[in-house]
């Protein structure tokens, strides 16, 4: 039975627009997410965050579900728009005290705040300006790492600057699943440069800002990227590039990867990178987060048959794989989460050693792990989500076999504390370890939630 040691941080993960709701409430302001959601069918069921879990309302409830799951760490993200209307200028005072008392809740309750600048609501203002492919934007996110360094920074334990930056460049700007919706390849690649060196800016701003002892962090949802045969290891290169390489290398190396910039020259002359961009990007970190849920199996296309486009991200207008287009996204085989992933847990095992072999003075941490199954309501009142429960064991055991060949990994955070808004498909898919209904925001415990209890609590899968 695997056991984990004592200083092992064991956390949930939440984002701001996906639980909070009081979209327009306390001077917030819309974000691309608002206005994504409130156009006619880009959202599964016409769904919204408008409500979403009312977190905003709810708060000391949520803080004390957490105490009674035992976690040592929370993993919120901060709503840009809420905290900094517009995205320019000073803080908004009731925006920024909600936080500050998410965060003095979680302290009063022996749990770290780790706090997410950038969970994708980026202020609509910033987008109708130019969005991520605009190189103000990493300014504007610089300034206001700078404020909520000045805000909650004696406070909060560990900072990630961007979730999932791959999700906003590709699913924003090139597929179009993700707002801000557009199809723009190009834009796409300019917001691959703006996001990273955006991180890298806010990291010098938080240092500057922020307790001495705060750990600095960025969230990767990195794919673990497989051929089918030998014969695709071209295929694998240039999707790995534009998936991992495309932020690993500006962040940790100091440099984009060559074979990037010669797979999308077709595309762009990346003449947005300028002298002194990539050094920027290139900032001391604590830790790197890293979100996993499946890996990602190609091979090379033939150019003739049909083409395989099953990487997961849904289908849109156009292919997020920038300079991929010789590459088939193949299907891989059950069993599946309610997301149509397949599970195989040996991808986060073989990503966190590959992390380990390529950058052997990173910690890492997962940040987020989890799956989304139908989750019935049982007659009893309860919700026996077996299926999670074994996803949960799985993962957590290939992060124990990596920890055991020597990843040196921190951390684990579940996905998600509670039932939310899962983006485009609306609230149709529930990840949480805690039910949310609908109608009534109730919050019901799953099994899973017991079973995470408990190895919290133990150290040990039982």
């Known amino acids: 039975m695997p056991a984990f040691p004592e200083n092992f941080l064991w956390g949930t993960a939440t984002a701001a627009y996906q639980v909070e709701g009081a979209w327009n ?15 006619p069918g880009l959202v599964a069921n016409g769904d919204t965050g408008d409500v979403a879990c009312d977190h905003y309302h709810r708060l000391e409830e949520d803080l004390d579900t957490l105490a009674a799951l035992g976690v040592g760490a929370y993993r919120f993200s901060i709503s840009w728009p809420r905290v900094q209307p517009g995205g320019r200028g000073p803080a908004n005072g009731p925006g920024v005290a909600f936080y500050s008392r998410l965060v003095d809740g979680l302290l009063a309750r022996d749990i770290s705040p780790v706090a997410t600048l950038y969970h994708w609501d980026l202020p609509q203002e910033l987008e109708d300006a130019g969005g991520w492919p605009h190189r103000d934007t990493a300014l504007r996110f610089a300034d206001y790492a700078r404020l909520m360094g000045d805000a909650l920074g004696d406070r909060v334990h ?29 834009a796409a690649l300019a917001a691959v440069h703006h996001l990273n060196l955006g991180h890298g800016l806010a990291v010098q701003a938080l240092r500057s800002t922020a307790a001495k002892d ?44 060559r074979d990037l910039i010669e797979d999308t020259a077709s595309v762009t002359d990346w003449s947005f990178v300028r002298d002194g961009d990539e050094a920027a990007a290139c900032q001391p970190l604590d830790v790197l987060g890293v979100n996993y849920y499946n890996p990602t199996l190609v091979r090379q296309w033939d150019g003739a048959s049909l083409r395989e486009t099953a990487d997961g991200h849904q289908d849109g207008a156009a292919s997020p794989w920038i300079g991929c287009e010789n590459v088939e996204f193949v299907r891989q085989p059950g069993p599946y989460t309610e997301m149509g992933w397949n599970i195989d847990e040996t991808g986060l095992t073989e990503l966190l050693l590959r992390l380990h072999r390529d950058y052997p003075a990173m910690p890492t941490m997962i940040t987020e792990n989890g799956a989304a199954f139908p989750d019935p309501v049982d007659a009893d009142g309860r919700v026996h989500d077996e299926d999670r429960v074994d996803y949960l064991r ?12 020597g990843a040196d990994v921190r951390g684990y955070f579940v996905w998600s504390l509670m039932d939310n808004f899962e983006w485009a498909h609306g609230y149709a898919k529930r990840f949480g370890i805690v039910r949310v209904d609908r109608d009534t925001m109730e919050r019901t415990w799953k099994d899973s939630a017991h079973w995470y209890r408990d190895v919290v609590a133990t150290g040990k899968l039982a």
């Open 25 to 39: 409430e306390d001077g917030r302001t819309p974000s691309i997410w608002d206005t994504f959601s409130h156009t």
């Open 158 to 186: 560990t900072w990630i600057t961007l979730n999932e930056p791959w999700c906003s460049a590709y699913l924003g700007y090139a597929s179009g699943v993700h707002a801000p919706a557009r199809t723009e390849p190009a």
């Open 214 to 257: 705060a750990r600095m962090s960025v969230t990767l949802n990195l794919h673990h990227v497989r051929g089918v045969s030998e014969a695709d290891g071209d295929a694998v290169r240039r999707a790995d590039a534009v998936a991992n390489r495309a932020f690993l290398g500006p962040m940790l190396e100091g440099a984009y990867p």
């Open 394 to 405: 799985r993962h957590l055991t290939a992060v124990a076999a990596a920890m055991e060949a």
